[in-house]
Structure formats: C-alpha cells, structure tokens
C-alpha cells in the first residue's frame, strides 16, 4: 500500500465515461445485434424446415451462453450486498451494469415462446401438443391450478390419512396413457407453468436487478446520502436471494434438460450456476481492467481488487469441478439405464473428446495457473485469463446444448433431418451467427449500461474503505 | 563471588497503536535492520509489507505435500485395485480408465497432504514449539497478548549497536524502551 487515498480523490459528481468514446463500439454492436437478429428471424421461422430445426438449438445455446454472464453478475450484486462486503464497493458498479443486461436478453429469448421453435427442441412440448391439442387452453390453465390446489390438498390427507385421491386432469388422463413417465412429470412440466415460469425469470430477476441497481446509483444524486441506501440493499438483497436461486436452478431445468425430458440430475442447477459465478466474474474483472486501462477508476480499484476477484474466480473454477465431477461421478458409478443417456451421448465420437477436453481445459490448466498469487495481482494477466475462461465456458454450454440436436432432430422428424445422428452438416455456421448477435446484444447493452451513471458508487460511505483495501 | 553473564537478546520498544507500529516498521525497515519483528495483539493488514517481509515458501511445500497425497492416492488404488486385486464393480472396467472412481480418495489425500504440510511446516519454519522465549523476560512484554504494540530489535542484526538502536527507537516513536537479556540457563 504506497498511497492512502482519502475523501479530497473522489470526484464531487463521480466519473462517467465519454460517451463519445464508446460510440463507435456502441453503434457497431447494435448493428450486428440488428442484422443478425434479422437473419436469424428468418432463420427461426421462414427458412427451410432443416435449418430451422438446427438453427433453435444455435439459438438457445447462444442465449443461454449470454443469460449465465448477466445471471452471475446478479448473483455477484446480490452476494456483495448481502454479505455488507467493504472489498469490493469500488467495483459493485460494473457488477450491477454487467447485471442489468439481464432484462433486455428477454428480447432474446422471445423465439422460444413460438411453439414452431418449440417442437424442434422440446419432445415432451410436442408429445402435450399432440395428446391435448384439442383441449382449450383456458381449460388447461384451469385444471392446472385446480391440481396445484389438489396436490397441497393430497399432502395433507397424506399426513392425516395416509391415503392420496387421484387428480383429476383431462391432461393428466390422457398422458396416463400415452406415457407415464409424462403423467408422473405432468404437475411440472405443462405448458401453462412453462409459460409461467419462463416469464417469471426474466420478470422476478429482472426486477430485482433493477432495484438494486436503482437503489446504488440514486445514491449518486441523493442530497442526504447516507448508511440508509446501503442498509436498504442489505436488506432486500436477503430477501431476493431466493428469486436468484430459483431462477437459475428452474431456467436450466427448463430450457435446458427439457431438451431430454426422460433425463433428470438434481445437480444440474447447480452445475449451470457455477458456470455462471464463475464467467461473469470473468466480464467483470474485463470490463474493470479495459476501464482502468481507458483512465477510469484510477483512484478506487487497485491490483489489490483484482487478488481479490482473481481469487474469486479460482474458487469457482474450483468448485465447478466439484460439482461437475459429483453429477458425472454419481451417474457414472451407478450405471442405471435411465441416467446414463445424457453422458452416453457425451461421450460418443467427437464429443468424448471434447468432453475429456472440458475436464483440462475447464478445470487442470485454469487451476494451475491461478493458483499463483502474482498472477492474480497483475490486472493484464488476470484478464487475459478471464477471457480464457470465458472461451471455455462456451465449450461448456456447447457441450450441454449442441450433442442433443442431431438425435432430437431425427427423433423428431426423419424425414426432414436424416436418422439421428451424432452431429449435423454445417450447422455450426448457426452457432457462430447466433452467438455473434446475442453477443452484440449483450456488449450493446453492457456499454449503454456504462454509461448511464457513474462508474462506481463515489457517495457510498464504504468507497475509501474499498479503495484503500489490503488483503 | 560469582557473576553471572547475561547475553543481550536486544531492545524492545512499545508503540502507541497499530498505525504506529506499521510506520515505525516502516522506517526499521527502511534502516536496514533484517533481524526483528513486530508483536502486536492482532494481525495488522498490510504489515507484511512495512517490515519488508519477503514471501513464505510455505506456499511452494504446501503444493509438493498436496501432490503427494494426488500420487499416493492414485498409486494405492491402482495398485489394490487394478493390478493386486482387479475388481469389477458395476461394469467398470479394471484399469486406467477407472480414474475417476479413485477421484474421491485422490481428492481427499490431496486435502489431507496439503493440511499436514501446511501446518508442520508453518510449525517448522516458525521453529515452534519452544519452551521460552528471551522476549518473556519483559514483564510490559506480556501486554503484547492484550494491548501492547512492540517491536524487538535483536542484537543478532549487524546493523544493532548499544546506544544507536536505543536512540533510533526512540527516534521512530518508541517509549519504554527496555534492554532485553536473555535469562541463564
């Protein structure tokens, strides 16, 4: 520690970024966001029937590439609050802009409401639509809630009784004999709560990033700025936890393992959440790094913050590994038909490479090389390995998204997509579109979020505390 | 009559509070003194790098100790496993490619290495335990555990000298200064 920096550093009305700077970059994301949503509309819903189908999962594993970043950096808000952390309050700013993309990848994922897009990536959506296509929706919705109140009804007739009444749902009936392993998952997985749930991620969490990020930066601006903004996010931040846990857990059951509906993992939202911990720290030590370097934050972020979320970002790569090793391990011991489907896919051909690859690329090479302390206070260094990280992430979610394509495709229709296969011809170049402009999207956003307010919170009575950090 | 020699352990000079220690450190360091330290009730952010402290290597034993719990783990499964008493379980194959049933015991030894090392060696290069330390001469010393804030320098450093240290301790802002001798044995 060579300089004490005290309250006289801190800009009166905090430091923004010129606009003018990040303009060029601004407008080029959004034109890339523009035109390739554009494509990829008509890739969605007007190409021909092929390329559609491989065209949804590009897409959804694009979106969900983009939607585990802004969610971990919610998860970081969230944290930071909750636990009345002092390190990290010069840096709280660039976790709420990274956070606050998260309503707008609702744009995004409004594709997967279509249900043309639906029944290339969910069999359990098509096998509803085609056992009660003709009952009313309205009825469905109905009979739904009518079975969530019988199930909370049946739990407690089980406690006093021991005895369950069967439900009655001209859904569940007819799935009753159209597959049971359906029937049994029916109080889950319909297409109302579906809708439902896929709506209240974006709505619940959206909303809670918005508050919070309210709440930081009217500080900013506020006459009489005191503990009580900081006491107020403490305190909400407690409460929207939860939210943040659901969200997370049920988007990947849904979006994600519904792509194999007969699959299931209790570790599966957990796994996707350290994916998320740990990459969108990586965003966040990059954006701290290129702002730092752009002459931003000069007074408030030391080498001493980027140990510090250096170290953070080691511990999740740490604990990605346990939790990835423990849904392997369990599965892979066991043996049992119904649970090894997901990594027998995994593990055929290509992909067995690349998921052996995953476990090195993922896990060995980012240990060792973090493990080093120098390393972790040196904020180039530090970075270069996040963007690591973040290219490897995309492996991640490759590899949980891309394997289910050629075999739902041909299980689904294989007249237009060949028999199931392990991969399919040229549909890469989907993946790359789809990334492309969910990643403009995303960078669009982020910079719009950066320059909206002050770069961090200058009127937070924790800021000196954070700036003159040692740990 | 007989006189016993005491040797001199060196000077041992209170300081008003933490901050006050972490800048007198900061000037001892910068005198040049190698052979002292600081004592205070509890760790000071930072006062690592007012003394001058170089990095422990504690770090480089701890990944050599938790590298040999990786190695022994892998070696004793394999061997009981594989090569003494090939077991088939659940269809897995006896051989390499059962690794990752050996992960968990690898995974637990690595632990358990990296714990033992980590505090043996702390222990080792510390030189604890000891029964006595020259410092328990001063009776003000046992503030130290309480709310005392001390720096000892020792006679042992070439820079030490009977007057200059004294005088330099007080220079920098230390009060109750006091000669510390080693008791006889």
Redo the contacts between chains.
């Keep these: ?1 060579s300089h004490h920096v005290t309250s006289h550093e801190i800009p009166v009305n905090g430091e923004h970024l010129d606009k003018s700077k990040i303009a060029k970059a601004k407008t080029i994301a959004l034109a890339v966001m523009v035109i390739g949503s554009l494509l990829s509309v008509y890739l969605l819903f007007f190409a021909p029937k092929a390329q559609q189908g491989s065209y949804s999962y590009s897409w959804v594993f694009a979106l969900f590439y983009f939607f585990t970043l802004a969610l971990g950096a919610c998860f970081w808000t969230l944290l930071h609050n909750v636990s009345n952390s002092g390190w990290g309050t010069s840096v709280r700013r660039v976790m709420e802009n990274v956070g606050s993309v998260f309503p707008w990848l609702s744009i995004f994922a409004i594709p997967l409401l279509f249900p043309s897009v639906q029944s290339y990536l969910y069999e359990w959506m098509n096998m509803h639509r085609k056992v009660g296509g003709d009952i009313p929706t309205m009825t469905l919705i109905s009979e739904w809630l009518a079975g969530s109140w019988n199930w909370v009804l049946n739990g407690f007739r089980y406690i006093f009784t021991g005895e369950t009444l069967p439900m009655a749902s001209t859904m569940a009936d007819r799935l009753h004999h159209a597959d049971h392993l359906m029937y049994n998952k029916h109080w889950y997985m319909n297409l109302p709560f579906w809708y439902f749930r896929s709506a209240m991620f974006f709505i619940a969490l959206g909303y809670v990033i918005y508050r919070l990020r309210k709440l930081s930066t009217a500080q900013d601006t506020d006459p009489n700025p005191g503990t009580v903004h900081l006491f107020t996010a403490r305190r909400r931040a407690a409460a929207f936890l939860p939210i943040l846990a659901l969200t997370v857990t049920f988007a990947a059951f849904d979006w994600l393992k519904g792509m194999d509906y007969t699959w299931f993992s209790t570790m599966y939202g957990v796994y996707i959440f350290a994916g998320c911990a740990i990459n969108s720290m990586g965003v966040i030590i990059i954006t701290t790094y290129l702002l730092r370097r752009a002459g931003y934050l000069k007074n408030v972020v030391t080498q001493e913050h980027f140990h510090i979320m250096g170290k953070l970002l080691f511990a999740f790569t740490v604990f990605w590994a346990y939790v990835t ?1 423990s849904q ?2 369990l599965i ?4 049992i038909t119904e649970e090894t489907r997901y990594f027998l896919i995994r593990n055929t051909e290509g992909w067995n490479i690349a998921s052996i690859a995953l476990v090195i690329l993922h896990f060995v090479v980012p240990f060792v090389i973090l ?1 080093q ?1 120098w390393l972790k206070k040196k904020p180039h260094l530090l970075s270069a390995v996040a963007v690591y990280m973040l290219l490897v992430h995309i492996l991640d979610i490759y590899l949980i998204v891309i394997p289910e394509r050629g075999i739902s495709l041909g299980n689904i229709d294989h007249k237009t997509f060949g028999n199931i296969s392990v991969s399919i011809q040229g549909a890469w170049m989907g993946d790359i579109l789809a990334f492309v402009t969910i990643g403009a999207g995303f960078v669009f956003f982020l910079l719009r979020a950066l320059g909206q307010h002050s770069l961090y919170p200058h009127r937070d009575p924790r800021i000196l505390e954070s700036a003159n950090l ?2 | 009559m007989s006189t016993t020699r005491k040797r001199v352990y060196g000077y041992l000079a209170e300081f008003k509070s933490a901050s006050a220690l972490y800048k007198a450190a900061e000037k001892v360091r910068d005198a040049g003194f190698t052979k002292w330290d600081c004592y205070s009730p509890y760790p000071i ?2 006062l690592d ?1 007012a003394m001058g402290l170089k ?1 422990s290597i504690l ?1 480089y034993l701890v ?1 050599f100790g938790g590298m040999t719990g990786t190695i022994t783990a892998f070696l004793l499964a394999y061997t009981t496993q594989v090569v003494i008493y090939p077991t088939v ?4 194959p006896t051989n390499f490619f059962t690794l ?2 050996f ?2 015991i690898m995974f637990e030894l690595t632990i358990l290495f990296s714990g033992f090392t980590t505090l043996f060696g702390l222990l080792a290069l510390m030189k604890l335990p000891r029964f006595n330390h020259p410092l328990f001469a001063s009776k003000q010393f046992e503030r130290s555990t309480d709310d005392g804030f001390f720096i000892a320098l020792e006679a042992r450093d070439p820079k030490f000298s009977a007057t200059g240290s004294k005088d330099f301790l007080g220079e920098i802002g230390g009060t109750s200064i006091e000669l510390i001798e080693e008791e006889p044995a």
Excluded: D
């Design positions: 520690m090793f392997y391990f892979w011991y066991a043996n493990l302390q040692t740990n | 952010h930072g790098g990095r770090p990944f379980v659940q269809a897995k990752p049933a992960f968990p």
